[in-house]
Each structure stands twice: as structure tokens, then as C-alpha cells.
């Protein structure tokens, strides 16, 4: 069980990165029905540690504190090769013990200088992405998606990717819900579609009507319903390719991908929170059949609703 977190501090990382893994793992939210953790920051060497901004923080746990964590997490750090040689090895003994890797933007060349990410899909911001392929040939890195699961170990790509990545390893732990909780005392959506890609610079003509919200809005009221992407034009008052290519441009995937993704989290939801059975949340879901939403939890979550039911339904998460 996800339970003790340690963040690493590096000289030279970035602050908001830093900050998103104090926000996600670092806060009590038992009040909110939502987890809480034996958070920690720990240094190589305990004391101030310099900012990449030019401030510093003071540091007062070193690496002892790692040797039996569930989640070593690592803030932007574009690093020169020359890590402190004990903070590779805290990230090599996680990897190998089994526990949880998570980078957050840049923090991904630690990682990769550490040696974990040799053979493995891996992502960082889309600005170091060919970097991060240039000098470490031996990681499969893709530049085009938030963040990625390879075993246990998660990269994410720039500044606020690292929210969707850190959400991530949380619903895997923990379930929906715990990371619905969390996500809304960030403000902030509880999973995002699409890559990052849709968010570098390119010329694409602005859309700016305000269809797609009042569309996806009905989406997810009419989720029992069969959304056929000529029925979501017709609402959107556009032609079915327009749709298409407009909804892509914007929300980073297909009409159909979003709407499986959300059924998806419902049917998540009313696992851990309900006693329907099977066919009904399928039916509430619109997936149609409790053997079509089998598929789905399987191809995305790589398990079944019985199992995942098992593991997270009506669970306590103090």
C-alpha cells in the first residue's frame, strides 16, 4: 500500500515541480474522506539546497530516510550527468525493491542517469524530449503524451503534467476516488486526455466557440446513451468531420476516446461507491453489457471490474 513518500531535493530544481509533489502527497485530507501520507524531503546532504530560481530551502532528513519507501518522487532537474552519487543509488534501490519512481518533468534525466530508465518507455517536457533520447539512447522516450507507467516506474512531462502523473500512481494505489479527492482540493481535473503535444506552438485556427464545453457537459449527463459522433455534431451545430477534427485539436483525443475514458471513471466511481451490480453499471455507464466494460477495464487498466471492485471498493484511505 501507498503509504510513505520521500521527495528527493536536487540543487538547481525547480520550484513549482517541487511544489506539485508537496501539494499531491504532502497534505491530510482525511477530513475530505481522502488519503494521507508519511511525506518526507530529504536531501544528500541535510541543509539548504539552492533553487533553480536562486533561492534556497532548508533540508532536514537525508537519505536514511528513503531506504524503505513506497514512492520516491524527483522535481524538474535538468540535469549535467554529475548527480550526487547516493541519490542514484536511494533511486536504483527503489526501482529494484519494487517501489514506486515518479518524475516530474525534467526530473526525468535523474531517473535516466540512475540507469531505471534503460529499456523502458519514459516521457519528459516535450522542450528536452530529443535530448533526453540523444543522451541516453537506451530509453524508448515518447514525446507526445503526459506522462508514463512502465512497471512501476512513472515519468511526466512538462510542469503540469507532473499532476496528472502523481494523480496517476494515486489511483493506482488507491482507487478513483481517493484521486477525485485529492484532484479537487487542487482544483484541477482528476484525469486528463490527450498529450502534450497539443500544447506546442502551432498553427492551428482558434476555435472559439464554446460548443466543446456545452458538449462534453451533455456528454457526461447522457453517458447511458448512444453518443454517435453524427449525434454530438448535430449538437454541436457542425458537420460530423468538422467535429471530429475541431474536438481532436482542442481536447487532445477523439470524440470516442474521451467518452470511453469517462465512462471509464464513472464506472470506477460507482464500483467503489455503490453495491449495483455489474450489468447496471454498465447500463449507467453506457457501455451496454457488463462483458463490453470487462474489455474496456482491461485494455486501459489492465484488470477486470470484479478485481478492481475488490480492491477499492469502500475503502478507507487514512
Known amino acids: 500500500m501507498l503509504q510513505k513518500i520521500v521527495c528527493l531535493t536536487i540543487p538547481g530544481m525547480a520550484p513549482f515541480e517541487f511544489g506539485v ?22 536531501a544528500a546532504e541535510p541543509g539548504p539546497v539552492r533553487m533553480k530560481l536562486g533561492f534556497d530551502i532548508v533540508v532536514h532528513e537525508g537519505l536514511e530516510t528513503a531506504a524503505d519507501a513506497d514512492l520516491i518522487a524527483v522535481p ?14 536511494v533511486i536504483r534501490e527503489a526501482e529494484a ?5 515518479l518524475s516530474v518533468c525534467s526530473g526525468a534525466f535523474l531517473l535516466a542517469e540512475a540507469g531505471i530508465l534503460d529499456g523502458r518507455r519514459a516521457t519528459t517536457h516535450w522542450m528536452y524530449t530529443d535530448k533526453l533520447a540523444s543522451l541516453y539512447p537506451d530509453v524508448e522516450v515518447d514525446p507526445d503524451v503526459l506522462f508514463v507507467e512502465d512497471g512501476k516506474v512513472v515519468t511526466g512531462a512538462g510542469t503540469a503534467a507532473g499532476i496528472d502523473a502523481a494523480l496517476h500512481v494515486v489511483r493506482k494505489e488507491l ?35 464554446d460548443s466543446f464545453a456545452v458538449v462534453t457537459e451533455w456528454m457526461l449527463a447522457h453517458l447511458d446513451q448512444d453518443l454517435s459522433v453524427d449525434l454530438l455534431a448535430r449538437k454541436a451545430l457542425m458537420s460530423s468531420r468538422t467535429f471530429a477534427r475541431r474536438f481532436r485539436a482542442e481536447l487532445g483525443t477523439t470524440p470516442t476516446a474521451w ?8 464506472a470506477q466511481q460507482l464500483l467503489e461507491e455503490s453495491d449495483m451490480s455489474l450489468e447496471e453499471i454498465a447500463g449507467e455507464c453506457g457501455f451496454g453489457g457488463a462483458a463490453v466494460m470487462r474489455h474496456h477495464f482491461l485494455k486501459v487498466l489492465q484488470t477486470t471490474p470484479t478485481a478492481y471492485r475488490r480492491t477499492f471498493g469502500a475503502r478507507q484511505f487514512a
Not at 177 to 198: C, E, L
Open 76 to 89: 524538474a532537474y535538468l540535469g549535467d550527468g554529475s548527480a550526487h552519487p547516493e541519490i542514484l543509488r
Open 259 to 266: 467518452l470511453n475514458r469517462q465512462r471509464l471513471l464513472r
Open 97 to 101: 525493491r519494487g517501489a514506486w519512481v
Open 21 to 42: 509533489i508537496c501539494e499531491v502527497f504532502g497534505i491530510d485530507r482525511t477530513e475530505h474522506g481522502g488519503p494521507t501520507f508519511e511525506f518526507h524531503v530529504v
Open 175 to 209: 482507487g478513483a476516488s481517493a484521486a477525485n479527492i485529492v484532484a479537487r482540493r487542487m482544483v484541477v481535473p482528476p484525469q486528463r486526455d490527450g498529450g502534450q503535444s497539443q500544447f506546442i506552438q502551432t498553427p492551428v485556427v482558434e476555435c472559439k466557440s
